[in-house]
Nanobody, 124 residues
């Protein structure tokens, strides 16, 4: 059974940094990608950063590029999102997700498994 659990959210001021963690378990070695998604109320979940499992490929949204970094620790079955220079528009729920079928790894439609989310609030 695939399980994903995020942690590390919080309330910070603009310009600050946060590191989100996602502990994973129960997924097959054939899984395609792991990703982080951002959602605000009344809007669709949007891909922020993703990595292709087993390959040195990472992709970022335009808003995340240069500020956010996705990494994984295969020994710990964990994936992380380092977020720097946070801005109020980065506020929202951040979800960790796993795709088995692949496709566009920045698209929520490619993912079957989701964590419960962790809240990030950026305000002065």
């Amino acid at each position: 059974q695939v399980q994903l659990k995020e942690s590390g959210g919080g309330s910070v001021r603009p310009g600050a940094s946060l590191r989100l963690s996602c502990q994973t378990s129960g997924w097959p070695s054939s899984a395609h990608c792991l990703g982080w998604f951002h959602q605000v109320p009344n809007q669709e979940r949007e891909g922020v950063a993703t990595l292709i499992i087993g390959m040195p490929l990472k992709y970022y949204s335009l808003s995340a590029k240069g500020r956010f970094t996705i990494t994984e620790d295969a020994n710990k079955n964990a994936v992380y999102l380092e977020m720097n220079y946070l801005q109020p528009q980065d506020s929202g729920l951040y979800y960790c997700a796993l795709s088995l079928r692949g496709g566009n790894c920045l698209s929520r439609l490619s993912y079957e498994h989701w964590g419960q989310g962790t809240q990030v609030t950026v305000s002065a």
